[in-house]
């Protein structure tokens, strides 16, 4: 049996993740040796999402690859994710932003974090915390709410009920959703995936008015806890998440470059 690395379980669990997406919407999938692709298709200048799996050699014939899909998909918006950054699609006329780490948790138990009263009242003090993991389409309708405003992923707002998580989601084996509250109200959120191989951490969030308050560590390390010991737990981590998630035990094995179709510039005011 050949051992992958660290690196291809999160870059596989990422794209299983996009998977179950792609079945949950009914949209249009590809899965290759090298890359696995999603024609994600809410609207029609959705991004399509694609991520590379798997080292490469020369990068000239996966680029040409990858733009041919592209062309065959009228793609209007793309993320597509390379973990291993040699690939250039400057000429096919895509940018790509800063590149983020890749985490890997090593397995282990994590400990439930001690939930309840917050320090502090007024306004941004005090309270009671909770999170729970979402069972009905009520409460993921809570948690997609609250990663489309605290994340922030301006494509889908203002937010509209099942547009980005669908709850098919739910019903999909391996996919949890998790929801911290404050007195009740929703504060914080994320989702994770578990492949087989690994448990995949997604958009953790806190809503703007919660910030600061332990809410993300609380969601991450419930949701931590919840998920199976002997498999390690993978995320990309955001700039603002990496010194949560380096507390938590996480470790960088790569850096994924994630490119895109350039949003064209806003026609002048007249």
Not at 130 to 159: K, N, R
Not at 230 to 255: Q, S
């Amino acid at each position: 049996m050949k051992t992958i690395s660290r690196l291809e379980q999160a870059n596989d669990n990422a794209a299983a993740f996009w998977l179950a997406q792609a079945r949950a919407h009914g949209w249009q999938q590809l899965v290759t040796p090298r890359f696995t692709a999603v024609r994600c298709a809410r609207t029609p200048d959705d991004a399509h999402r694609i991520v590379i799996t798997r080292p490469y050699g020369a990068t000239e014939p996966l680029e040409d690859e990858l733009a041919a899909l592209l062309r065959d998909w009228s793609t209007v918006r793309l993320t597509l994710e390379d973990p291993y950054g040699r690939l250039d699609m400057t000429r096919y006329g895509y940018g790509h932003g800063r590149a983020m780490a890749v985490m890997v948790r090593e397995p282990g138990p994590v400990e439930p974090p001690l939930l309840g009263a917050l320090p502090g009242s007024g306004a941004r003090g005090g309270g009671r915390l909770t999170v729970d993991e979402t069972f009905d389409a009520d409460e993921f309708a809570e948690v997609e709410h609250a990663i489309v405003e605290g994340f922030p992923i301006e494509a889908h707002q203002p937010w509209k009920r099942g547009v980005m998580l669908p709850g098919e989601l739910l019903w999909e084996q391996g996919f949890r959703a998790w929801l911290g509250r404050i007195d009740g109200a929703p504060a914080g959120a994320c989702l994770t995936y578990d492949d087989g191989q690994a448990t995949g951490v997604y958009w953790v969030a806190t809503l703007p008015d919660h910030r600061s308050r332990g809410v993300a560590r609380a969601v991450l390390e419930t949701a931590l806890a919840a998920a199976d010991p002997e498999r390690p737990a993978t995320l990309v981590a955001t700039l603002l998440g990496e010194p949560l998630y380096l507390k938590l035990g996480f470790t960088e094995h790569g850096r994924t470059h994630w490119w895109s179709v350039p949003t064209p510039p806003a026609p002048a005011a007249s």
